[in-house]
């Protein structure tokens, strides 16, 4: 089982990133997929979800509403969070892992995101 996160990077304040979440190794139509981040010093925390199998139903949390978008692509097996509008505050490490139920099954790495002039 994999989940390989990439696309973060440097970018600008007001600045726009992309973010994929390309999995292997277990049925991804099944899972539910999230994306969190951690910024140092702080917990981690739950960015956005998308349901399975489509996506039909996606939750984000109050700071990146309206900034963000995540996606999945069940014939690719990835997911994705397009990010607008950076900020400071979103300076993090971000991860995606798979959910069942109440569980998350599988983490990916992380991948860095810096916001910063």
């Known amino acids: 089982v994999q989940l390989v996160e990439s696309g973060g990077g440097l970018v600008q304040p007001g600045g726009s990133l992309r973010l994929s979440c390309a999995a292997s190794?277990?049925?991804?139509?099944?899972?539910?997929m999230t994306w969190h981040r951690q910024a140092p010093g702080k917990e981690r925390e739950l960015v956005a979800t998308?349901?399975?199998?489509?996506?039909?139903?996606?939750k984000y949390i109050e700071s990146v509403k309206g900034r963000s978008t995540v996606s999945r692509d069940n014939a690719k097996n990835t997911v994705y969070l397009q990010m607008d509008s950076l900020e400071p505050g979103d300076t993090a490490v971000y991860y995606c892992?798979?959910?069942?139920?109440?569980?998350?099954?599988?983490w990916g790495q992380g991948t860095q995101v810096t916001v910063s002039s």
């Open positions: 892992a798979a959910k069942m139920g109440v569980s998350y099954a599988y």
């Open positions: 190794g277990f049925t991804f139509s099944d899972y539910a």
């Open positions: 998308i349901s399975s199998p489509v996506g039909t139903n996606t």
